[in-house]
């Protein structure tokens, strides 16, 4: 899975994009760019662990506190927020809805494979911004979406009972700027 670990310096705030793949119990291997290093003995009771690169070992410790986590690593201290994959769609779907304006069609798509359980507006239906307008299921939880701006549903192209794909085009929505 991709993250990017975000570090704040001096009031600027720093992203550096790695993926992580686990390659087996307690393994795991660190890829950033060309660079890569396998994390190999976890130790979860401390926090420790063990990273090994092409040129050297050495000890990392990690804490969590909330969002952040505490990194001791070559006797500095650092600390990261890290952001997953699922997570930075989240935030720029949010940022996408909040910067949608006023104007324009938006078409709104499924953001995971899964099955429609419910489409809860009508084409013509005027919606506002978080009206809730259908519920897909993945993974046995119900996902509630919602409208990304103000509109009148234009189009619907699922009805309850049919699986769709991640991605998938659901319905359209036409700026209202009344």
């Known amino acids: 899975m991709r993250y990017t670990l975000e570090r704040i310096v001096g009031g600027e705030a720093l992203s550096v994009e790695v993926e992580i793949l686990r390659l087996g119990p307690g393994r795991f291997s660190v890829r950033h760019g060309a660079s890569e290093a396998e994390i190999l003995d976890v130790e979860a009771q401390t926090e420790l662990m063990h990273l090994h690169g092409a040129d050297r070992s050495v000890a990392v410790r990690i804490g969590a506190r909330g969002e952040e986590r505490h990194v001791h690593l070559a ?59 259908l519920i897909i299921e993945a993974m046995k939880m119900e996902n509630e979406l919602k409208s990304p701006m103000r509109g009148i549903v234009t189009e619907i192209k699922v009805r309850a009972g049919e699986t769709v794909e991640g991605g998938a085009e659901l319905l359209s929505i036409e700026a209202d700027a009344t």
């Open 75 to 133: 006797g500095r201290d650092l600390v990261f927020r890290v952001v997953d994959e699922r997570r930075r769609r989240q935030q720029a779907r949010a940022a996408g809805a909040a910067g949608a304006g006023t104007s324009g069609r938006k078409v709104v798509r499924s953001p995971m494979p899964g099955k429609v359980v419910k489409v809860s507006v009508e084409v013509g239906q005027r919606v506002e911004p978080g009206q809730a307008l």
